[in-house]
Structures are given as C-alpha cells and as structure tokens.
C-alpha cells in the first residue's frame, strides 16, 4: 500500500503465463499460486491423479490383459484390481506426505505450530503434484521410452513438492530436499510392507 505497486508482479501476468513459469518450478509463480489465488481444486487434483496412477498400474498388471475371452463382456466392470491399485497408489501417497510433515515437524517445530499451517502446506503439496497428470499421455502414447519418461515425470514432481515446501515454509533449498528424502524413504517402506502382505497371501 505505501508504493502502490503490486508485490506479486504475477497479479498483471496472464494465466497462461502464470502456468508456464509454475511448470517452470519458478518460486515466485508457486507464491502467487498458493497465496494470492483462490483455488479449490486441490482435493479433487489429488484424486485425478491417484486414479492416472492406479490406471497406469492396472495396464501394467499382466493378467489384466491376460484375459481375452470375448464372452466375458463385463471383465472390465468387475476388474477389482484397479480399486486395488487405487487403494495401494492412495496408501503410497498418505505415506509420503506423512513422511514429509513427520521430517518437517522434527527439524523445524516453529514451522508447522497451527492447525492453518499443516493445511496450507498439504494444498501446497496436493497442488504440486500436478505433474502426474502426464501419466495419461505417457500411457496413451506408449513408446520404447516410456520407463524412462516415467522416471522423469517422477522427478518433475519431486521438484515441484520441493518448491511447494519451499514457498510455504519459506525455507532454503535443503530443508525441503531432506523432507522428500525421507517421505520417500516411508514410502518405499509402505511399498515393500504391501508387497510382503501380497506374497504371504
């Protein structure tokens, strides 16, 4: 108010451009996003994107396509492997934002004090996960290279869940690095559990 200029220079920029430098994992389009917007979407972001992932699990089950019998018409309202997926890629994903707000909470308590604070950094968190949306196209358009853009659309999202923490907590570059670290680690720990519980059944 004393300039009377706008801080967020992001205010006067069109969306389109606003995205772009948020796909970008630029720091200040994350700022506008988180805090001067008013999106809504984080809830049902989060569930679009474990259901491409749990898709993306199904189609990689072998004996989901295993079945060709062209009398079973209904195969693919019956297939409860997918609701299994979803359930184990929805497991996997609490595990991991766990994990970070475990790491958060034990290397800076000051951060994360109120009940505001722990929501803002789960929006934070579920919006920046938007980069599983790619999953489709990767599945769609299936290629020799698919593995290796799976692994890249991985680390895209990593990167961004940095930068969300980042913003939020408006902390260095480390910090967030040791929370993913360690929300991974719980992660792979859940995946490993479930894939026990799968062979001893």
């Given at each position: 108010?004393s300039?009377?200029?706008?801080?967020?220079?992001?205010?006067?920029?069109?969306?389109?451009?606003?995205?772009?430098?948020?796909?970008?994992?630029?720091?200040?389009?994350y700022?506008h996003?988180?805090?001067?917007?008013?999106?809504?979407?984080?809830g049902?972001?989060?569930i679009?994107?474990?259901?491409?992932?749990?898709?993306?699990?199904?189609?990689?089950?072998?004996?989901?396509?295993?079945?060709?019998?062209p009398?079973?018409?209904?195969?693919y309202?019956?297939?409860?492997?997918?609701?299994?997926?979803?359930?184990?890629?929805?497991l996997?994903?609490?595990?991991?934002?766990?994990?970070?707000?475990?790491?958060?909470?034990w290397?800076?308590?000051e951060?994360?004090?109120?009940?505001?604070?722990?929501?803002?950094?789960l929006?934070a968190?579920l919006?920046s996960?938007?980069?599983?949306?790619?999953?489709?196209?990767?599945?769609?358009?299936e290629?020799?290279?698919?593995p290796?853009?799976l692994?890249f659309?991985?680390v895209?999202?990593?990167?961004?869940n940095s930068?969300?923490?980042?913003?939020?907590?408006n902390?260095?570059?480390?910090?967030?690095?040791?929370a993913?670290?360690?929300?991974?680690?719980?992660?792979?720990?859940v995946v490993c559990l479930?894939?026990?519980l799968?062979?001893?059944?």
């Amino acid at each position: 108010k004393s300039c009377q200029k706008p801080v967020d220079k992001y205010i006067e920029y069109d969306p389109v451009i606003i995205l772009i430098n948020a796909v970008l994992c630029k720091a200040q389009a994350y700022r506008h996003i988180l805090f001067n917007t008013k999106i809504n979407i984080h809830g049902k972001l989060c569930i679009f994107c474990l259901l491409c992932e749990a898709y993306l699990r199904w189609l990689q089950l072998q004996d989901s396509s295993q079945n060709t019998d062209p009398d079973d018409l209904i195969r693919y309202a019956k297939e409860w492997d997918f609701y299994r997926m979803f359930g184990i890629a929805s497991l996997e994903q609490t595990s991991f934002l766990v994990g970070i707000f475990i790491s958060l909470w034990w290397m800076r308590p000051e951060m994360l004090k109120t009940k505001s604070d722990f929501i803002l950094l789960l929006k934070a968190l579920l919006l920046s996960s938007y980069g599983k949306l790619l999953l489709i196209p990767a599945v769609i358009w299936e290629h020799d290279y698919t593995p290796l853009c799976l692994a890249f659309i991985k680390v895209f999202v990593l990167i961004s869940n940095s930068q969300a923490i980042r913003v939020t907590l408006n902390l260095n570059r480390i910090l967030p690095w040791l929370a993913i670290f360690f929300g991974l680690i719980l992660e792979n720990g859940v995946v490993c559990l479930v894939q026990k519980l799968r062979w001893d059944v």
